[in-house]
């Protein structure tokens, strides 16, 4: 397995309105210590996750007795039809007291009315003769490694410190694509509009599959990141053609004051599996879209995207292909912890 390096991340930002994109807000559904992708059956996990999708997220997940789509009864997703379940780990916050505060997460730009949780993308090529096949009910992947502490070629995640931003949610800086000062670890500097991180699934930028497991040992192996830097075309050994998937936090750094920071200066923020640097932050993705619903939107070549307060902006509505729910109503979907703890309590 080949993996991205930071320029092959880049060229993916920055062709996301080149090719077809679906970009969608997933509000909260609960934080806790649960992982059933790495941790299957285990109550609590060692390190705590935020979760966003359907309602059936639980302990197991079993991809043989469960059923997501089938399951769950909401989705705190824009489309009503993605039952799907993303996580990752919890951004905390270290002042110089010692003490520790999660960090709550800020809603993306245009979709405003998000309750925190997470921005979501799926990213088909412009060629629509190119056959791209949705995942099938099973399917499962994770992004990053929990333990990782160093900087190496395998890069998943590339971080952006924002100074502030508007009503509308519009960030700023915020170039297209790589900026100059995006990192592929957490910003040392105060970052008073926020922290976003972009993690990228092993789907970018080929996007391939080897079209037999729906999962691995290592959750990875069955997918493929780019053999190359160019979008398009899949290794003998992943011939499958998948979408492209990564998805968005913008973690809310301003509400901790400079002053509180510790007296050396050191950047205080730490991912919830003791992890300071950033390098080792994980995504995990469980499959669990209605029907052929997903299968239906890539065929079409749908495009949701908004991406700026300009003109460019393809509101949900657009792919008639998908059933959209208001965000009012994704907001109040939501689950209780089923390892019942202080959220602001750090363990691992």
């Avoid at 559904?29 to 639980?58: T, Y």
């Avoid at 993605?82 to 007291?97: I, Q, R």
């Avoid at 469980?286 to 949701?304: E, N, P």
């Amino acid at each position: 397995m080949i993996l991205p390096t930071l320029l092959t991340l880049g060229f993916a930002a920055q062709n996301v309105i080149a090719t077809h994109t679906l970009r969608f807000a997933c509000s909260q559904l609960v934080v806790e210590r649960l992982d059933p992708l790495v941790n299957p059956g285990m109550n609590p996990s060692p390190h705590m996750h935020q979760i966003v999708g359907g309602n059936a997220f639980n302990t197991t997940m079993s991809p043989t007795s469960l059923n997501i789509a089938e399951t769950a009864s909401c989705t705190t997703c824009t489309f009503s039809e993605d039952f799907s379940n993303y996580w990752t780990a919890v951004l905390y916050f270290k002042a110089k007291n010692g003490t520790f505060k999660r960090v709550p997460q800020l809603a993306n730009q245009n979709i405003e009315t998000a309750v925190g949780g997470m921005t979501v993308y799926y990213i088909s090529p412009d060629n629509k003769t190119d056959k791209v096949t949705a995942f099938r009910p099973g399917f499962r992947m994770l992004a990053g490694t929990a333990e990782k502490r160093t900087k190496s070629e395998r890069m998943v995640n590339l971080f952006r410190c924002y100074d502030g931003y508007d009503s509308k949610m519009n960030y700023f800086p915020n170039p297209m694509g790589v900026g100059a000062n995006d990192t592929t670890e957490l910003p040392k500097k105060y970052c008073a509009g926020g922290i976003r991180v972009n993690t990228f699934f092993p789907t970018c930028c080929n996007r391939c599959w080897d079209g037999k497991n729906l999962d691995s040992p290592d959750h990875k192996s069955h997918v493929a990141y780019p053999a190359g830097q160019s979008l398009g075309g899949c290794p003998s050994t992943h011939p499958v053609q998948i979408p492209q998937v990564f998805i968005e936090t913008i973690w809310d750094t301003g509400v901790f004051p400079r002053s509180e920071w510790p007296e050396d200066g050191s950047q205080p923020f730490v991912f919830s599996q003791g992890d300071p640097t950033g390098f080792g932050h994980h995504a995990d993705y469980v499959f669990g879209w209605k029907g052929d619903s997903l299968q239906k939107a890539m065929d079409a070549r749908c495009d949701v995207y908004d991406a700026s307060p300009e003109k460019l902006v393809f509101p949900p509505e657009g792919c008639p292909q998908l059933k959209v729910q208001s965000q009012e109503v994704a907001n109040k979907c939501a689950k209780a912890q089923s390892a019942v703890e202080d959220l602001d309590v750090l363990r691992y």
